[in-house]
């Protein structure tokens, strides 16, 4: 990935975009999932992906935790 093509956001921004994914996946997904459609987007998150994630779930802005069967970290909004 050359992360000139991408636009790094920060701040509410970055975090009004995991939102807007989540929602919209209406599913949780795995971080993997969620990094793809970030650079679907061709935007980027302030840190790696995995890292917003979990500040995210700290704050409990986001829900999260690690799934077996999916093998990694899965993550949600509360409707």
């Known amino acids: ?3 000139m093509d991408y636009r790094r956001l920060e701040g ?3 975090v009004d975009h995991i939102l807007q ?3 919209e996946a209406g ?3 795995t971080t993997k ?11 980027q998150c302030p840190d790696s992906t995995v890292v917003f994630l979990n500040r995210l779930r ?6 999260g935790e690690r799934s077996r069967e999916r093998r990694g970290w899965v993550w949600w909004v509360q409707p």
């Open 27 to 29: 599913r949780p997904l």
């Open 12 to 14: 509410d921004e970055a």
């Open 58 to 63: 700290r704050k409990g802005v986001i829900e």
């Open 33 to 43: 999932e969620v990094q793809e459609e970030t650079e679907k987007r061709r935007v």
């Open 1 to 3: 990935m050359d992360g």
């Open 21 to 23: 994914v989540l929602r």
